[in-house]
C-alpha cells in the first residue's frame, strides 16, 4: 500500500506540534541507545535541568514550572540528608548525575504514579540529546542500588541486572563502600 506524501506530512507536523508543547514518544533500552532494540515507552516531557540536587534528584523547568524530579527505581548514597551524615560515594553519585544531565535536556517518563509522597515528580530519565536512560547508566557504573517501589516497576528487573554486573565488576561505590 502507498502511502499519501500529504498523510506522512500531516503526521511528521503533529510529531512536531507535541515535541515543541513539551511532550514526546520517549525510547530507550537502557543502555544509552548503546544497542538495538530500543522499546517506545509512555508520554514523556521534555525539561531542562537547572540543578543537580544530588545522584537521584534534580531540578527542572518545564512549561513554565521549576519541578523537584526524584528517579524512579533506583537509590544513591545520601549527601544532602538532613540530620543525616554523607555517605560513602554520595560525592561521587552527584558528580556524576551532573556529568550526565546538568544543564542539559531531558525527557522524563513516568510510571504509574507521577509524584512521591514529597511531591517531587518521580520519572525515568533520558537525556534529550542521545536518549541516554540517565537512571540505568548511574546503576551499571556503580553510582547507584536498585530500589523497587510498586506500582512503578517497569524497568525494574533491568535495574537489578544493571547493578548485579556493576557489583560483580566491582563498579563505582562497589569497590570503595563496604556492604
Known amino acids: ?23 514526546s514518544r520517549s525510547t530507550g533500552d537502557g543502555d544509552g541507545g548503546a544497542r538495538g532494540g530500543q522499546a517506545t515507552e509512555g508520554p514523556a516531557r521534555v525539561a531542562q535541568v537547572v540543578r543537580v540536587v544530588d545522584g537521584d534528584t534534580i531540578v527542572v523547568r518545564a512549561g513554565g514550572r521549576t519541578e523537584r524530579v ?23 553519585a552527584a558528580r556524576e548525575n551532573r556529568r ?8 522524563l517518563v513516568p510510571d504509574v504514579e507521577r509524584r512521591d509522597r514529597f511531591g517531587r515528580l518521580l520519572a525515568y530519565v533520558y537525556r534529550a540529546e542521545d536518549g541516554r536512560f540517565v537512571n540505568a547508566a548511574l546503576l551499571r557504573d556503580g553510582f547507584a542500588q536498585p530500589l523497587t517501589i510498586p506500582p512503578n516497576v517497569r524497568h525494574a528487573a533491568r535495574f537489578r541486572a544493571l547493578a548485579a ?10 569497590s570503595t563502600c563496604a556492604g
Open 1 to 23: 500500500m502507498r502511502r499519501s506524501p500529504l498523510l506522512l506530512l500531516l503526521a511528521a507536523a503533529a510529531a512536531a506540534a507535541l515535541a515543541a508543547a513539551g511532550w
Open 70 to 92: 526524584r528517579y524512579i527505581g533506583i537509590d544513591t548514597p545520601e549527601s544532602v540528608k538532613p540530620g543525616a551524615p554523607v555517605e560513602c560515594f554520595a560525592k561521587d
Open 100 to 107: 550526565l544531565v546538568g544543564g542539559r535536556q531531558v525527557r
Open 165 to 174: 554486573e556493576a557489583r560483580r565488576m566491582g563498579r563505582g561505590l562497589w
